[in-house]
């Protein structure tokens, strides 16, 4: 239980002392009642004696009496009525309320802080902790003072109305006080008149009520003098009148009003009254707030008059007052005020009244100190010369007829009892006085004597005597079956053998047990056994037995009585939290219930209180049911009392949990919750918008887009995709646009990226970089997209949805024009505001709401957050199913019920990381993506592409248009792409002079431009010369920005203009996504903002066309040789490596043509005239063409740009290779064929490499780049078209195959790791043995055949031609030996053996690219076919010291047929 002011030693004798009435005279009332007093309240706070008492007992010895108070009441012939006793303890309970701001009363419960005493709410930390120690060392502590003062008054005033009852004598009175005035005419009569009327009271069988202990009361005269104004002779000899007459012992006179009541604000005298009429005055009130009649205060009172003992002095019967006909709580049952003259009893409408009539009046004016003294006086010489004698003596009587009753045996006394007890009821069988509450005694009954002389023992404190009477009591009672005086006996025995000096014996709880189930059980009477659990769980309680108190409170709670049930199971719930290991579940789980019945008794805010104390345990455990249940009580008591701040934050705590109530539970929540809003909004309409809680916004998540949205395509028109908030973040895309804008803006500021580029960010949002603040253009919208999440399984439904926004205008100079506060749809000149009507999120729905504002003014501008109506759908429907309900915009949801409110959109930053404090500390950056500053107008353009192809085939070339329009007020120049495909398009060149312009022209002419030719040319090389730097290439650049050619430069406002673009699929099959960025500047500068981009990702899906492979090399033929240089033989291998998907029939090749600096090709080797060279599905073709070296005069003249394009044509259409776009593909690809790695020889550029390695390393290499271009047949609806494409195959190295595409790399083995220390860090770069072979170029010329009469002559004799030419530029020593034998079996088997004849080594020297020839001759000595290629060449450079020697042999064999004549 909750801890108690009082022990429980000092409460129960507070609880039962001996009872006095008091009989005044009228004018004896009046004089009381010139302090606002009755006699009964004037002597209520001197009762308790300040010193011992000492008395004896029947055994004469000597029995000390501690601290012995009197209970003074007026008489009161009604009992009062149950239901005005329970009407008083509700408003005692009321009015007994936690101070509000008070300190709390913490009891710290382990891991718990639990806040007693007021509402606060102290949260708690882990749930399952061990605990005991902690609270071990609370017990110690000053924290544990938890109290309940609203249970203590509830006990107070509960035992102190408990009506007198015939089974025991507790509040029986002992004595009455008869008391008249000095002033009276004749006192002493009076003084008779009041002993009569007491005795009539007492004796007359009319008054059922108020009992009397023995019929022998004492009766003790009170003279009461008026010091002011009465006649203190007179009072002086009255008073030894009644001396002489009723004895020292029985009378006194007692002075008060010692001054006047006109001086009672001179001087400032204590009241001692108050803190007990305080209470009384709630007690004894009649006027209840929830009554169903009002007692209104008499209009003929002379003043507000206080009277708290329940006095009416209502009809005269012989002069004496008859003010004793009703109890101060019956319950008047007719609506009307009683017709009192002089009525002392002024009634309240509610405790508050009371307060404040009690606080105006002043009680005790006329008394001054002495007179306080003299009434202490009073009491003590009242208890000291007649309360006390009385009650030994009437002790000693009754002990007396004890023990004579014990003298008697067993029968004979039974037959003195029937004897006795002739008026008792006629016994009754055992089964029907378990039933029933057993036997009536009649008053003068031997057992009642027992039970009268415990009661006295138990009063005066002699608490041995007490238990064995009440002991022997209990037999009788129990052999009588007398249930309810048993249970009587056995609760008073019980507390006597607790209450025993030296604890001789255990506390007997079972007796009370006992009592208790007799009371409620076979009795049926609630108020004895409530008084029995209140008695025993304060004695549990003192002995530390808190589980056992918890289990007796509990056991009383019941249906019949609300108060009483949640005042113990909060008891209860005490015990459990105050136990050596706290329950603190427990206590929480019976504050709930104590809350809850504190609510159905009425008493709201008590149970307000109590929830929230046990919130303190349920809070963030987990228990989000019991959490929500708690929460919404706490919300609805709140709103009754009308706390509607905490009634909103409660149910505000039910909607923002992640909650696990159903649909419907969840959407009374939420009316509840709006209704509740809807009040608090009412209070304050013109107050700031309040924060809603529902629903949650995912700040982080919200993205922020500047500009307009995009256009949807047009037919064959389609826009550029550039960015919207419909795209996914992509980082590494973001980083490939980055790279592509810095690119463009370096080129555009001559290879420099200003220090003040920032990259351009049109979507901000978690991912990008919110640092700086954005700029957005005005006029251009800004859509805010703010994610919402329904965590609700009702819909809900927001309306008029909009930004809640603040906007500092600024002048062109950037100065502050004015401060415009937070607006939501003010200020439309300045910035437009998009309202959604209508926006519905569904049961657990995560939905984007996509909020726009229009700038019209430049300035800063701040997004605070989002405004709306906050409600749910008529009916709480919940929209599962697809078109379950119409749309969100349509104006359809009737709403049940809204509130307008707000939420503020506040984000993070990133959490910095960079110097050692932020690493140390948790410090974010800013995030300013809500903050754009406004700036001055800029260009804006839309770009269109017309005819753009999805899908194309590797290699093909497609001809497309493009639109740029200017959609500003302001002229655009500067207009450049950037790509990181740049090999994909190109704009061409002098495309003025190329037709058709328009799209719609184009549809069926070629994409090249093209020469008809006549069938003479034919196999035959037509020669045409182009720079790289014409097509607005250079094979050197990384990434180039392409100058898009508008005329003059400039595009105007509203302006045009369509521009021809070539593409060329890529030569890698597959989906290819490709990225353009647009850069384009206006023409006035921007301080802010220097240029603005457009992106545009184009996917295009390619499937596979040609396969291109060709080789060169070295041609040994002699003939048609005009430089010095030789020629060689290309061949051009095409595979058909299309599948018919799509739809391809067949590829026609049209033209195969070279470029080079270089080499040109001359003619077709194999070509045949007639055939068409075209390639079905799968097949392959090979070319071969002769190539000869550019004239020399020609590549004087050329620069080193200069590329010589040499086209032999299929057919009798030329396609001219040098010219757009054909030439611009070639460059393209050539740029990006020189961005690839090289092969591993040239891969290591940082070693030093000699020269003359570089020479012969020159030998080999061949700079010629092969163009084979195709057209394609296709059948596509039924229609045929024709594709055009090119393959680009660039051979870098004799003798090596050059492919159109990458080949796939084979992944290498898996080799095992060696560790090794290099001893020789610089390794000498030979050349390879294929580069040495190149060196010297070697052919044989001889006949083919030779016939020879091997008859007639045995030795034949062949002469053999060997033409050195050297292939360097530089002077080569040679050496020619003719010794060399075949070994090699293979060879000897296919060819037979002969000699050489002659000089057998020749040595000789070759100038810069020279030819030399060697006349050698063969013998023969039978016939056969022989290979001629056995010469050995060895070859170095002259200047040289390093000789590099090997063989150059001749890769084909030389073979002669050797014939006999």
Known sequence: MAQCVQSVQELIPDSFVPCVAALCSDEAERLTRLNHLSFAELLKPFSRLTSEVHMRDPNNQLHIIKNLKIAVSNIVTQPPQPGAIGKLLNDVVSGSQPAEGSVANVITAGDYDLNISDRSIKASVPWYSNWKDTFMELKESSLYTATTPWFESYRETFLQSMPASDHEFLNHYLACMLVASSGEAEPMEQFSKLSQEQHRIQHNSDYSYPKWFIPNTLKYYVLLHDVTSGDEQRAESIYEEMKQKYGTQGCYLLKINSRAPNRASDEQIPDPWSQYLQKNSIQHQESYEDGPCTLTSNKNSDSNLLSLDGLDNEVKVDGLPNNFRVHPLQLDQCGDPPNTDGSDHTKFASVHETKKASTGVIRGACLTLTDHDRIRQFIQEFTFRGLLPHIEKTIRQLNDQLISRKGLSRSLFSATKKWFSGSKVPEKSINELKNTSGLLYPPEAPELQIRKMADLCFLVQHYDLAYSCYHTAKKDFLNDQAMLYAAGALEMAAVSAFLQPGAPRPYPAHYMDTAIQTYRDICKNMVLAERCVLLSAEILKSQSKYSEAAALLIRLTSEDSDLRSALLLEQAAHCFINMKSPMVRKYAFHMILAGHRFSKAGQKKHALRCYCQAMQVYKGKGWSLAEDHINFTIGRQSYTLRQLDNAVSAFRHILINESKQSAAQQGAFLREYL????????????????????????????????????????????????????????????????????????????????????????????????????LAVVEEPITVEVAFRNPLKVPLLLSDLSLLWRFQPKDANGKDIETVRERVTGEPEMIGTEVISEFLINSEESKVARLKLFPHHIGELHILGVVYNLGTIQGSVTVDGIGALPGCHTGKHSLSMSVRGRQDLEIQGPRLNNTKEEKTSVKYGPDRRLDPIITEEMPLLEVFFIHFPTGLLCGEIRKAYVEFVNVSKCPLTGLKVVSKRPEFFTFGVNTAALTPLSPSTSENCSAYKTVVTGAASAGTALVSCASSGDFGTSTGQQLEAIPVPLPDAVLLPGASVQLPMWLRGPDEEGVHEINFLFYYESVKKQPKRRHRILRHTAVICTSRS????????????????????????????????????????????????????????????????????????????????????????????????????????????????????????????????????????????????????????????????????????????????????????????????????????????????????????????????????????????????????????????????????????????????????????????????????????????????????????????????????????????????TVFETSQQNSMPALIIINNA
């Open 675 to 774: 209704y509740v809003y809807k009040n608090v909004n009412q209070l304050s309409p013109d107050g700031p918008l309040p924060q809603l809680p529902l629903p949650y916004i995912n700040s982080s998540a919200t993205r922020v887009f500047f500009g307009h949205d995009r256009r949807p395509a047009d037919g064959e028109k389609q826009a550029a995709t550039h960015i919207s908030l419909d795209q996914e973040y992509d980082s590494e895309s973001s980083q490939q646009w980055r790279e592509l804008e810095e690119h463009v803006v370096a080129v555009a500021n001559k290879g420099v990226i200003p220090s003040s580029f920032y990259p351009t960010q049109y979507c901000l949002n978690s991912y990008s970089d919110n640092s700086r603040f954005p």
């Open 1106 to 1441: 040609l396969n291109v492979r060709a080789t060169v090399c070295r041609s040994n033929s002699l003939e048609d040789e005009e430089g010095r240089g030789g020629n060689m033989l290309v061949f051009v291998d095409v595979e058909n490596t299309n599948t018919s998907e799509a739809g391809v029939k067949e590829f026609h090749m049209v033209q195969v043509s070279s470029s080079s600096k270089h080499w040109q090709l001359h003619k077709s080797v194999n070509i045949s005239e007639n055939k068409d060279a075209k390639l079905a599905s799968r097949e392959k073709g090979k070319f071969c063409f002769k190539a000869v070296r550019c004239k020399q005069k020609e590549a004087a003249i050329q620069s080193s740009e200069k590329y010589t394009f040499a086209d032999i044509i299929f057919g009798n259409e030329q396609i001219i290779s040098s010219a757009s776009p054909c030439a611009d593909f070639f460059y393209r690809s050539l740029s990006s064929e020189l961005k690839k790695p090289q092969d591993p020889l040239s891969a290591h550029p940082e070693k030093p490499v000699d020269d003359a390695v570089r020479l012969i390393q020159k030998c080999s290499e061949v700079d010629l780049n092969i163009v084979v271009l195709w057209k394609a047949y296709v059948v596509e609806d039924n229609k045929q078209l024709i594709l055009e494409g090119q393959h680009h195959v660039v051979v870098r190295t004799l003798g090596k195959e050059a492919f159109s595409q990458s080949q796939k790399q084979e992944p290498p083995e898996m080799e095992l790791l060696k560790f090794f220390r290099p001893e020789n860090t610089t390794v000498s770069t030979r050349p390879s043995v294929e580069q040495l072979s190149n060196l010297i170029k070697t052919s044989l010329h001889y006949p083919e055949s030779f016939h020879h009469p091997f008859h007639q002559k045995s030795l034949c004799l062949v002469p053999v031609t060997l033409l050195l030419s050297n292939c360097s530029k530089a002077d080569v020593d040679v050496i020619v030996d003719l010794r060399h034998k075949t070994t090699s079996p293979e060879a000897l088997e296919t060819h037979g053996s002969f000699t050489w004849l002659g000089q057998t080594q020749y040595k000789l020297q070759l100038k810069s690219e020279e030819t030399q020839s060697l006349q050698l001759k063969a013998c023969f000595v039978h016939t056969g076919v022989y290979n001629l290629g056995t010469p050995r060449v060895f070859a170095k450079l002259s200047d040289q010291v």
